[in-house]
């Protein structure tokens, strides 16, 4: 019996290191996701908080009246009490969807490219300063979930840059 253990060690240690790093990009995906290296124009940290909400879930009952909530999340208290929603996009289950705190919102597909705004009952195209406007302001909104996010306790940052480096350039 003695002879079996240390290959069994072996193996369980082949197993279950592969998923042990997998949980940790998927769990700090917001953390890494602030460093990584991205184009002008693509927000990795919203991405990767929709991407990965069920490994990223936590209320935060101190911070406002941010929260996690059926695979969106909802901030009351941005710029002077107004709610944004952040959440899976209804037109493409791959894509995003945004509500500012004016109510307008944003359906971005996988790459955070529009695909269309909805205002007061009507679609429309904006312009490229609204849509940066607005990609801005989605980051910002969601900084706090991103803050309360701890440092993993063993660093991956090299192995998400190189993940998510086709994505994110």
């Not at 002879?3 to 949980?23: D, H, M, N, T």
């Not at 929603?85 to 996988?110: A, C, P, T, W």
């Not at 940066?132 to 706090?144: H, Q, S």
């Amino acid at each position: 019996m003695k002879k079996y253990k240390k290959p069994l060690l072996i193996v369980l240690l082949i197993l279950l290191v592969p998923l042990l790093v997998i949980r940790n990009l998927y769990k700090h995906s917001a953390y890494y996701a602030q460093y990584t290296p991205h184009k002008e124009g693509i927000e990795p940290v919203p991405m990767m908080l929709i991407d990965h909400n069920h490994d990223i879930h936590y209320i935060l009952d101190d911070i406002g009246a941010d929260c996690y909530e059926h695979g969106y999340y909802i901030r009351d208290d941005y710029k002077g009490h107004k709610t944004v929603i952040l959440k899976k996009s209804g037109y493409d289950d791959e894509g995003y969807q945004f509500v500012n705190h004016e109510d307008i919102s944003y359906h971005f597909d996988r790459d955070l490219n529009v695909i269309v705004v909805f205002q007061d009952g009507r679609f429309y195209f904006p312009t490229d300063e609204e849509v940066a406007e607005a990609k801005k302001e989605m980051t910002d909104a969601f900084l706090p979930v991103v803050k309360r996010q701890w440092p993993p306790l063993i660093n991956f940052q090299w192995l998400f840059d190189r993940v998510y480096h086709d994505r994110f350039n």
